[in-house]
C-alpha cells in the first residue's frame, strides 16, 4: 500500500522556521506538493515540484518565504519555511502524483499524507 507520510509540524512564533518533510513508501511518485488546510477553508496549493526538481511551484502568498525540494533517493520531500506568519497556520498534507506535471488542483493528485500540524503565533 503506498503511503506518504509526513513530520516537522509544530509551534513556532511568527518569523521563525519550520521544515517540513514527506517520506513517501515507495517511487512511484513523479510529481509531488505540498497543501493546507485552515480551519473553514478549501485546501489550496502550497508548493510543488517536478521529479528533476527543475519545475517547482509556489503559491503566491508563501513565494520568497517558502522551498520544496526532494530527495529521490531516499523518496522523501521537503518543505523549508521561513518567516512564518500567522495566517500559514494550517494542516499541511503531502501529495503524490504518478504524472510528471506539476499542478495546483488538490484533485489531481493520486495519493496524500495524513497532515501534519502547523501553528503560527503572532
Known amino acids: 500500500q503506498v503511503r506518504l507520510v509526513e513530520s516537522g509540524g509544530g509551534w513556532v512564533q511568527a518569523g521563525g522556521s519550520l521544515r517540513l518533510s514527506c517520506d513517501a513508501s515507495?517511487?512511484?511518485?513523479?510529481?509531488m506538493g505540498w497543501f493546507r488546510q485552515a480551519p473553514g477553508n478549501e485546501r489550496e496549493f502550497v508548493a510543488g515540484i517536478s521529479w528533476s526538481g527543475r519545475t517547482r511551484l509556489y503559491h503566491d502568498s508563501v513565494r520568497g518565504r517558502f522551498t520544496i525540494s526532494r530527495d529521490n533517493a531516499n523518496t522523501t520531500v521537503y518543505l523549508q519555511m521561513n518567516n512564518l506568519k500567522p495566517e500559514d497556520t494550517a494542516v499541511y498534507y503531502c501529495a503524490g502524483r504518478r504524472v510528471n506535471i506539476v499542478v495546483r488542483t488538490p484533485g489531481d493528485y493520486d495519493y496524500w499524507g495524513q497532515g501534519t500540524k502547523v501553528t503560527v503565533s503572532s
Open positions: 515507495e517511487r512511484t511518485f513523479s510529481s
